[in-house]
C-alpha cells in the first residue's frame, strides 16, 4: 500500500524537527519515492514537510533580496514571523539573493509570502489609480 503524501511529509518532517536526518534516511526517502514513481511529489511533501514543522514550532523563512540584509533587519524579520507564528521555538532563516528585486524583500513562510519590495508597492498603487480614473 502506498502511503500518503501527508504520512511521508509527517515522518520526514519528525526526523527533521529536532535535529538535521542523516543521509541515510535522506537516500532512503529518495529511493522510496523514486520507487513507487512519486519523484514528482517532491515538491508538494517538501511544501508539506516545511506546514509539519512550524506546527511543531520551527518556521523557516526565506528572505529574498537584492542585497545581503543586516543582522539588524534580520532581527526585525524574525520579530514579525514571531507575531505570526506565537508557539514558533525556532525561526530558521535562509537568505536568498536576487538582483531582480529591486528595492525592498520578499518573506516566504510556510503559509504565507511577504513582498515589501517597491515594485509591488508601485503595482498596487498603478492599480488603484487606475480603477479610481475607469480605466
Do not use: H
Not at 65 to 83: G, M, N, Q, Y
Not at 88 to 94: F, G, L, S, Y
Amino acid at each position: 500500500m502506498k502511503a500518503s503524501r501527508i504520512k511521508i511529509a509527517q515522518v520526514v518532517g519528525e526526523a527533521c524537527t529536532n535535529q538535521s536526518p542523516n543521509p541515510k534516511f535522506i537516500k532512503e526517502v529518495a529511493a522510496y519515492l523514486l520507487i513507487t514513481k512519486r519523484e514528482k511529489e517532491l515538491s508538494s511533501i517538501m511544501r508539506d514537510v516545511i506546514i509539519y514543522r512550524a506546527e511543531r514550532g520551527v518556521v523557516e523563512a526565506n528572505v529574498i533580496s537584492a542585497f545581503p540584509i543586516s543582522e539588524k533587519v534580520k532581527t526585525d524579520i524574525k520579530l514579525k514571523i514571531k507575531k505570526l507564528y506565537p508557539r514558533a521555538k525556532a525561526i530558521v532563516m535562509t537568505d536568498q539573493i536576487n538582483k531582480s528585486v529591486v528595492s525592498g524583500i520578499k518573506v516566504e513562510l510556510p503559509n504565507k509570502f511577504i513582498d515589501l519590495t517597491v515594485e509591488t508597492k508601485l503595482n498596487r498603487f498603478k492599480q488603484l489609480t487606475t480603477q479610481g480614473k475607469g480605466y
